[in-house]
């Protein structure tokens, strides 16, 4: 839309996807907006939601979708599952990298601001049982992190890349590992900004 | 009569030729993505196995993707380079591992800004396994081998394995954890001659 419009902002510095969409910023928009109220037909969304690349949806339970909701393209398609009977949720401007995978069987909750990293996988239905997965707002989690039955991440953590989280995360904290434990964050905040 | 497949190997060679500096006997299957203004450079006998996922080569300004000879790239990679990302020669690179030498993200504060690239160099005859992720600052010496679905992030000494989240040495050739014998190397890699 205009240059100033936050979201689409944040999405091409974070992600820098967007790069190739300068030409036609305005074009390519709409054609997100086309492509995500086509694939999220049937459920309850806010305004304006973008799917800049293919999104496969099973909406046979029901999904709600908060507003500014963006699905970025990459080579491998996101999935958004929600079966018979099962509730999933998703907060206002959270984003979803390419090849995400969000499977709901009871209820999957994903709060404000997240940023879901690509080949994620979210899916709270195993052989061994079926759990709700909560996830707050303002939640970062990295490439490739597995989110298991049950898991709860609180308020601004962080998942870092490939972990698998199977319990409780508290907010403001780094979960690091496979079974993911949970750190301070501030310890990774001295790792990230080292000087090169 | 050429198949579908066959067109698109063509288009992503063409794709590749157009934009990045190729050496000779380069071999491109399968869907190729492309992207950014930054420098590519492929070595000679380059395969660049794109038939069942396509692979990414994500390049910032002013960055520089540099992949020796004899490389091998598996399907649906994504190597993503703010600064630089180096393969040595003969090393090979499973399917689905993620190459990054920037986070994209401060961890804590704010969300929207980018912290400081921390080059990824990767050294002579490396294999890592499908699914590995290379995170920034990650430097492998020669002949290491990565598990598969390992995390990276430091420096690995040469002639080591690694596996884990986050990746800790291992014990390689019966020899206990703390890095291998440089006196013994491995085998060469299955079809680096090809």
């Known amino acids: 839309m205009r240059f100033g419009h936050r979201i689409h902002r944040e999405a091409r510095f974070v992600y820098d996807r967007m790069r190739s969409d300068r030409g036609a910023p305005l074009a390519t928009q709409a054609l997100a907006r086309l492509r995500a109220l086509a694939a999220f037909r049937g459920c309850v969304v806010g305004e304006r939601i973008y799917a800049y690349g293919p999104v496969r949806v099973v909406a046979e339970g029901s999904i709600i979708l908060g507003s500014r909701v963006f699905f970025l393209g990459g080579m491998i398609p996101t999935e958004v599952k929600c079966f018979a009977g099962a509730t999933l949720t998703i907060g206002d401007e ?103 | 009569m050429p198949l579908v497949a066959d067109v698109l190997d063509w288009m992503s060679a063409y794709h590749l030729r157009r934009r990045a500096g190729v050496g000779r006997d380069v071999v491109v299957r399968g869907g190729l993505w492309i992207r950014g203004p930054g420098r590519i450079e492929i070595g000679d006998r380059v395969v660049l196995d794109g038939a069942t996922a396509p692979i990414e080569l994500h390049v910032g300004p002013g960055a520089v993707i540099a992949l020796g000879d004899d490389v091998y790239i598996g399907g649906g990679t994504s190597i993503e380079a703010q600064k630089a990302v180096t393969i040595g020669l003969r090393s090979r690179v499973g399917r689905f591992v993620k190459i990054i030498d920037n986070h994209f993200h401060n961890a804590a504060g704010k969300r929207n800004e980018r912290p400081p690239s921390l080059p990824v160099v990767i050294e002579d005859e490396v294999e890592l396994g499908p699914r590995a992720i290379l995170l920034p600052g990650a430097h492998l010496g020669r002949g290491t081998r990565v598990v598969a679905g390992s995390v990276v992030t430091r420096r690995v000494p040469p002639f080591s394995l690694v596996s884990g989240v986050p990746a800790i040495l291992r014990p390689l050739y019966g020899q206990s954890a703390g890095g291998g014998n440089p006196s013994q190397p491995p085998e060469p890699p299955e079809g680096a001659a090809s």
């Open chain 1, 94 to 196: 959270s984003g979803f990298n390419y090849g995400a995978s969000i499977e709901a069987h009871k209820r999957v909750s994903i709060g404000h601001h997240c940023m879901i990293a690509s080949m994620v996988t979210i899916c709270d239905s195993t052989a061994d049982g079926t759990a709700p997965i909560v996830i707050g707002d303002n939640v970062w989690i990295a490439h490739g992190a597995t989110i298991q039955p049950g898991a709860v991440i609180g308020n601004g953590s962080v998942v870092s890349a490939g972990s698998v989280v199977a319990g409780e995360i508290p907010p403001q904290s780094l979960a690091l590992g496979n079974p993911a434990r949970a750190m301070k964050l501030d310890v990774m905040r001295a790792r990230v900004s080292r000087p090169p």
